[in-house]
């Protein structure tokens, strides 16, 4: 499909030779990210979206969250196939209390053998407080069992046309995990996994306004 195309196409970049994805553990962290050991689909998406995830949280100067074995938080990243804006929801446990915060950035797309930010806005949602009450209906306990898509017995399957893939990262102090879904909100009928991940980004959406 074309979006498919394209997507492996902008994502592969900076996988080059080598589709293995390595893991980096921190002691009394457990890490869970697809395996494309013995897993095309993973090897095409999930790994080069991974590390285009790794460069852009440098280039934003975030906490790489496999080895933050201190703090909470929970990162849903969506990436266009071919234009711009990207966008990047953060939750972050401060002091027992959740906060939300959103960073809107532009990627230089005229240049596919680089990965490189154009611009960053995080001025349109202020980073704000979220009720226990609301946070709870999450489910985040859910998200750590849901397979990716990778993962998911029939996941090739489902594909779309100049969409977008959304990437979610959850992290506390003994875990971490990584996943990947191609246009979650034109599947969320089509399979459960992609029902309760659509609801979990709009969920996360409705906090952040």
């Not at 027992?96 to 959103?102: C, F, L, Q, V």
Request: charged letters at 25%; glycine letters at 4%; aromatic letters at 10%.
């Amino acid at each position: 499909m074309k979006f498919l195309t394209i997507f492996l196409l902008i994502l592969s970049i900076i996988g080059c030779d080598n589709s293995h994805i390595e893991i980096h553990k921190s002691i009394g962290k457990s890490v869970h990210i697809p395996d494309t050991t013995n897993n095309w689909y993973a090897k095409q998406f999930d790994y080069p979206a991974y590390l285009r995830k790794i460069e852009i949280t440098r280039q934003l100067r975030l906490t790489d969250l496999e080895k933050d074995t201190v703090n909470s938080e929970i990162r849903v990243w969506t990436m266009p196939s071919n234009y711009n804006p990207f966008g990047l929801l953060i939750l972050k446990s401060i002091d027992n209390k959740w906060r939300i915060s959103h960073i809107t950035y532009f990627v230089d797309l005229s240049n596919q053998n680089t990965i490189k930010i154009d611009s960053v806005s995080t001025n349109k949602m202020p980073e704000k407080n979220v009720a226990t009450s609301d946070f709870k209906d999450l489910n985040i306990e859910k998200m750590w069992t849901i397979p990716s898509q990778s993962e998911m017995k029939n996941g090739q399957a489902f594909g779309c046309n100049d969409g977008h893939a959304i990437l979610i990262e959850l992290s506390d102090k003994n875990r971490y995990k990584y996943s990947l879904y191609m246009c979650p909100d034109l599947q969320s009928t089509k399979d459960s996994t992609f029902g309760n991940v659509e609801y979990f980004i709009k969920t996360v959406n409705k906090l952040a306004h």
